[in-house]
């Protein structure tokens, strides 16, 4: 009995020094933080017309208007209907982003909802962000 | 307790008495092939023998086949109400290749008939040999075709392929349908002066999921994406240029007998390899379905475009926009 005690503590010992190599990480220090986060609450804008048939299309960033205007973009999301939050990592900054929504509704349903064109018409809204180091920034596209 | 086992293997016995011991005999075995397709008229049955093995081999993969030598009758039953069959008689073909499409061998014996399965409906596949008094059989429930939640058909949504941002894929499979392969299939002109070659690129992958009812999403890679254009495609030089001129998403449904099928061996990316598996009473092979869903008129995003043409890891392969 004595003997199997002393196993179970040799045993013991050996867990902790082996996990205390693998757990502590050294000496190094942790790698410095140089990102902060863009958080995008990509919410639907409010319609008189069946939630189904409103689909995010576009959500891209740029570091400035006339890029965001251009295509020339240094991030986009696939968007899709079932995802709401959109996370970019990015250094930090200024940053403009647009959020595109359209309408699939049959008839002239879209156009009277605020679709340009009825059907698969894009409504956009874009937005400034200011990026700062470590920090998340939450932005919501907010469609006129 | 000593009465119950006697009784036990009685009954045992009994139960089986109806099995071809299939490795046994000396004449060969039927090897039966057979993968319904729901979204054609006509469907084939491939024939072929093969002489399995003593006891013990059943640890070897494949087997090899032989011609069918042998009269054969060959008949499908479909059961869209619990009373009477629709019955389908299928009949020999020889002007087709058989060395191409599911399960391609030249020994195989193809034979035809016309039908359109029908969704969700049970299937048997019968074969009378009449020389040797018995039946082959399976039977399989016909699969839906599934869903494409994303990537969707909606114009201005686009396929980005960045490194911030892997590309989610969102499938509604049908009941019954457990192994899927889909893929990102590009059309793709390599421009040389007047001429221009037309290629194709496919990026996807496969999954073995049991049927479950939930949305089934899966992560697919950007970075493969890239990686796997540099293998497929070299530099481009002069005044020569390649064009994405089409984009679709395709969707390959397999009923549960495949998801076995290649759970068995972990066949990878070659899942029509012919193996000693059976969905068949009295012989070997498989009896399933398969359908195809696609989502075409899709468009790569401004990011990918500039990502394809202005990184220096990828400008060599001169794609434009």
Redesign the interface.
Known sequence: MKALRYLILILLVFIIVRCDGVTGGGDNPPEPVTTGILEVDFQLPTVQLPTKNI????L?IARTTDSLNK?????????????TIYR??LVPGTYYYRA?V?C?CLGDSCLWGGFPGGR?G?RWASGKVIIALGQVTRDVPSFQ | MNRIIPIFLILLLVSCSNELPVNMDSSGVPVVYCVLDMDDSLQQVRLAKSFLPQEGDFEQDHYTVEQWNEPVEIYLEEWTDAHTPVIYNFSRVNEISQDTGFFADPSFQLYQTYLKPIENTVYYLYLWFPERQYFTYASTTAIGHTEI??P?A???????F?E?????I?LQPQPNTEFLQFNFHLTIEQHSGDDFIQGHFNLGDQVNQEYNGQ?MTYLLNSERFYADLLKQYDTLTGNDYRHITGIEFNVFSYGSELRIYNQLYDNGSQPWEIQSYSSFRNGFGLFSSKAKSRTANLEL????Y?ILTNDPRYKHLKFVQ
């Open positions: 689909h995010r299309v576009d891209s295509g020339l973009f240094i991030s986009s999301a696939n968007v899709l209907d079932s995802k970019f990592t595109g359209t699939s698969y894009v | 939640i994303n969707a909606i114009p201005s949504r686009k396929v980005t960045s911030t941002d892997d590309y989610i969102e949305v995003s401004d990011l990918t500039y």
